[in-house]
């Protein structure tokens, strides 16, 4: 019988378990059962961003998948309050580690883009909050995007209505060493901003808010071929949302950082594959 090829689905899973060997240890404590390593956890909450599904009907469509079972070693299935207790214990720093790793499995070039986008905080519809009367806070998740690979470097996310100028900084200051040249629209328009890149060794192309003729003049003399590749961070942002939900189903702001970061993670993994 011939050998079937490799899914894109298998080949996912497989980059995912080896990253998670790499980003954290087999298990949480020396207390632990160890009926499930937390590299297993791991590709599971991958597969569940990446099917954009529930703990429950992941793990009810894992029985009819033996290849991807034995690819990460899972002899039984886990309970869904056991997948949803492993996300709680792993950090935000275990996943942003993932995330660098992520980053290293394709070719980029140094030329990012920022931009910012909202996400829903429930899954309930449009209709129903209105008709309810309900108000639900949007979180701002902003991205640094790598334009040649599409590659999501970081990601800054809140619950308040921070000016994009606050937000910049510190994604500056985190991934100075990744960027060569930053790329933004009118909303990063501040000279602070385009200080700090300098001292970081960063190229800000930043567009100016033409209040003046000077503003204007200055972005007539921009770079129009290399800050067309802005739209890429635009692109991402959209494929983004289509392909993972623009919502996310956590109910605590934590987890919700943390949904956001696994989703940034699952992105770079689809594009490596």
Not at 74 to 81: A, H, K, M, R, V
Not at 95 to 109: A, I
Not at 110 to 115: A, F, L, R, S, W
Not at 181 to 209: F, S, T
Request: charged fraction near 25%; aromatic fraction near 8%; glycine fraction near 4%.
């Amino acid at each position: 019988m011939q050998t079937l090829p490799k899914s894109q689905l298998l080949r996912f899973v497989e980059q995912a378990f080896h990253l998670a060997q790499r980003a954290v240890s087999r298990y949480s404590s020396k207390y632990s059962k160890q009926r499930y390593t937390l590299h297993q956890h791991v590709v599971l909450l991958c597969l569940k961003i990446r099917k954009n599904t529930t703990y429950r009907t992941l793990l009810d469509e894992f029985i009819e998948m033996p290849r991807i079972r034995n690819a990460i070693n899972l002899t039984e299935l886990p309970d869904p309050s056991t997948l949803c207790k492993a996300f709680d214990r792993l950090d935000m720093a275990v996943w942003r580690v993932l995330l660098n790793l992520s980053v290293s499995l394709l070719l980029t070039n140094g030329v990012t883009g920022i931009d910012a986008s909202g996400f829903d905080r429930t899954h309930a519809s449009k209709h129903y909050t209105k008709r309810a009367k309900l108000t639900i806070q949007q979180l701002k998740v902003t991205l640094l995007v790598d334009t040649r690979a599409n590659a999501i470097l970081d990601l800054h996310v809140t619950t308040t209505r921070k000016h994009d100028t606050q937000i910049t900084p510190s994604l500056i200051n985190r991934n100075a060493s990744e960027i060569g040249v930053l790329l933004g629209d009118k909303g990063y328009d501040d000279q602070q901003i385009r200080a700090m890149a300098r001292e970081n060794g960063v190229r800000p192309l930043i567009k100016h808010c033409d209040f003046s003729s000077l503003q204007k003049a200055w972005n007539a003399r921009l770079d129009t071929e290399l800050y067309g590749q802005r739209s890429q961070s635009e692109t991402v942002n959209s494929r983004f949302k289509r392909r993972y939900g623009a919502f996310v189903r956590s109910r605590r702001w934590w987890k919700q950082f943390r949904e956001l970061a696994l989703a940034c993670i699952v992105h770079n993994l689809d594009r490596a594959i």
